[in-house]
């Protein structure tokens, strides 16, 4: 099946200092999932993208769905502690996350 | 949101035995389960997909005769890892998506077992 490739793997940043992780895919997606998953916790259902060129935003947190449709990003802004954790993408349907970002923050 | 129940949340289990994992849908029919396996601070590994009545599909690399699936009611989807070993001792989480739920592409996961085969 289709695999999703994702940057960077380890992200650690100051409080208040924003964050971005990158998804990408060699395919063209029917849609992209983000989920996060805090430590010792299940992974929980952020935004679906459908669109080509999709942004959505969460207070905080803005996600972003490329044109052509194979790459998606997801930004946070001003980062805090409580944004800790590991961010996936799942790509279309299939359910297969890619490798997450792990994000921890310092205070 | 839809709830999705697994149980145990965690298992000590002798080398040689097996292991059976539970994941209920709590409000909600699901047709289609998919089981994860995660390593420490590593991805969800799609293991299987679980489908009601019929057998499961599973990715390439994963021993269907040792873990076995059956998803025997729409509620219901069980994982059994037989004759486990060491090696087996990993965090196995299992999801549902909620077809006629206001947000139908969301999956929600079971809160995980975590295996420790000694």
């Known amino acids: 099946g289709q695999q999703v490739m994702q940057i960077p793997q380890y992200q650690h940043v100051q409080e208040g200092e924003d964050f971005t992780t990158y998804c990408n895919s060699s395919?063209?997606?029917?849609?992209i999932q983000w989920y996060k998953q805090r430590p010792g916790g299940h992974p929980v259902f952020l935004i679906q993208?459908?669109?080509?060129?999709e942004v959505k935003k969460q207070k905080r947190l803005t996600f972003q769905f490329g044109e052509a449709k194979k790459n998606s990003s997801l930004h946070i802004t001003a980062t805090q502690t409580t944004d800790v954790g590991t961010y996936f993408c799942?790509?279309?349907?299939?359910?297969?996350f890619g490798a997450g970002t792990r994000l921890t923050v310092k205070p | 949101g839809a709830v999705v129940s697994q149980h145990p949340s965690w298992v000590i289990c002798k080398s040689g035995t097996s292991v059976k994992i539970e994941c209920r849908s709590l409000?909600?029919?699901?047709?289609?389960m998919f089981w994860y396996r995660q390593f420490p601070k590593q991805s969800l590994m799609l293991m299987a997909t679980?489908?009601?009545?019929?057998?499961?599909?599973?990715e390439q690399g994963v021993e269907k005769d040792k873990f076995l699936i059956n998803h025997a009611s729409l509620t219901l989807s069980t994982l059994t890892v037989t004759s486990a070993h060491p090696e087996d001792s990993s965090f196995y989480i299992c999801?549902?998506?909620?077809?006629?739920?206001?947000?139908?592409?969301?999956?929600?996961f079971g809160q995980g077992t975590r295996l420790t085969v000694v």
């Open positions: 999801s549902a998506r909620d077809p006629d739920g206001q947000a139908p592409a969301e999956a929600f």
């Open positions: 395919t063209t997606l029917s849609n």
């Open positions: 993208l459908v669109k080509s060129g």
């Open positions: 799942a790509g279309s349907y299939d359910m297969r």
């Open positions: 409000d909600f029919q699901a047709t289609t």
């Open positions: 679980s489908n009601e009545g019929s057998k499961a599909t599973y």
